[in-house]
């Protein structure tokens, strides 16, 4: 079993109570728009990170992390992209995605809209934590962690980190 901890949308912010949850996970899960180097490294102290830059982040962090980034997580096939959308309104990238890979979890971030829906369509998960950052139009944020235990994804949970 694999405890993920998933964020998106730092924008060059990172604080303890975020590295304290990292703490508790195997992995964290980032959804680009970093924002800098220092959250990368601040959290790869802690756990390792799996990610995709977003559309604010540098070259450097475009050198670190794909666009779109296609893993298996215990049997769990993954598929991330910053801007991707959700079920019925994915962007162009997300739907040749998804038809190509099939995955079983879609993750995006990008609207800093939380977001935990069921794609019955393409049979998947969707996830977008929110935004964890101080940067944007959220007034909380937001970040999930989860369980993956063989094939199986559960034990979701929305963690608020108080307003911005």
């Given at each position: 079993m694999k405890r993920i901890l998933l964020l998106s949308d730092t924008?060059?912010?990172?604080?303890?109570?975020?590295?304290?949850?990292?703490?508790?996970?195997?992995?964290?899960?980032?959804?680009?728009?970093?924002?800098?180097?220092?959250?990368?490294?601040?959290?790869?102290?802690?756990?390792?990170?799996?990610?995709?830059?977003?559309?604010?982040?540098?070259?450097?962090?475009?050198?670190?992390?794909?666009?779109?980034?296609?893993?298996?997580?215990?049997?769990?096939?993954?598929?991330?992209?910053?801007?991707?959308?959700?079920?019925?309104?994915?962007?162009a990238l997300a739907k040749e995605e998804i038809v190509k890979k099939k995955p079983k979890l879609f993750i995006s971030g990008h609207s800093h809209i939380l977001k935990a829906m069921y794609d019955k369509r393409n049979n998947l998960l969707h996830l977008n934590p929110g935004a964890c950052g101080k940067v944007g139009w959220h007034k909380v944020r937001t970040m999930m962690r989860f369980n993956i235990d063989k094939e199986e994804i559960k034990d979701l949970e929305v963690i608020e980190l108080g307003s911005k």
């Amino acid at each position: 079993m694999k405890r993920i901890l998933l964020l998106s949308d730092t924008h060059s912010y990172i604080d303890d109570r975020i590295l304290d949850y990292a703490k508790d996970a195997d992995e964290v899960w980032h959804c680009g728009d970093f924002g800098n180097m220092k959250v990368i490294e601040e959290l790869e102290k802690i756990k390792p990170i799996r990610g995709v830059y977003g559309n604010i982040d540098e070259a450097k962090i475009r050198t670190i992390f794909p666009e779109v980034l296609s893993f298996k997580c215990e049997e769990v096939d993954v598929l991330m992209i910053h801007i991707g959308g959700y079920p019925e309104r994915y962007s162009a990238l997300a739907k040749e995605e998804i038809v190509k890979k099939k995955p079983k979890l879609f993750i995006s971030g990008h609207s800093h809209i939380l977001k935990a829906m069921y794609d019955k369509r393409n049979n998947l998960l969707h996830l977008n934590p929110g935004a964890c950052g101080k940067v944007g139009w959220h007034k909380v944020r937001t970040m999930m962690r989860f369980n993956i235990d063989k094939e199986e994804i559960k034990d979701l949970e929305v963690i608020e980190l108080g307003s911005k």
